[in-house]
């Protein structure tokens, strides 16, 4: 994951978004494969604010939503309230 999320980072450095939401599709595909949340979120948090950055808002709000599901997803297996998270 860590080549591809640095490869999406250095492609938004040099404004090239739509480049970088591409390589973060790689670091989802792998994060789904490997069954790896956390990578998931990260992917789809940093896609949608590419998304953002190139003016497609509802692929942005699509992208920022499936991260915060997954989230919610995390807080509800490992049972903790929202407040408790935030501990």
């Known amino acids: 994951f860590t080549k591809f ?3 999406a980072e250095l492609l938004v450095g040099d404004d090239l978004f739509e480049a970088a939401v591409k ?6 595909e792998l994060a789904t494969v490997s069954n790896d949340t956390l990578q998931l979120i990260i992917a789809y ?3 949608g604010t590419n998304f953002r950055r190139i003016g497609d808002l509802q692929q942005a709000s699509t992208n920022h939503y499936k991260a915060l599901e997954l989230c919610d997803k995390i807080l509800t ?11």
């Open 5 to 7: 999320t640095v490869a």
């Open 23 to 28: 390589q973060h599709d790689r670091c989802i």
């Open 45 to 47: 948090n940093n896609q």
């Open 77 to 87: 297996f490992t049972k903790l309230s929202p407040e408790e998270a935030e501990k």
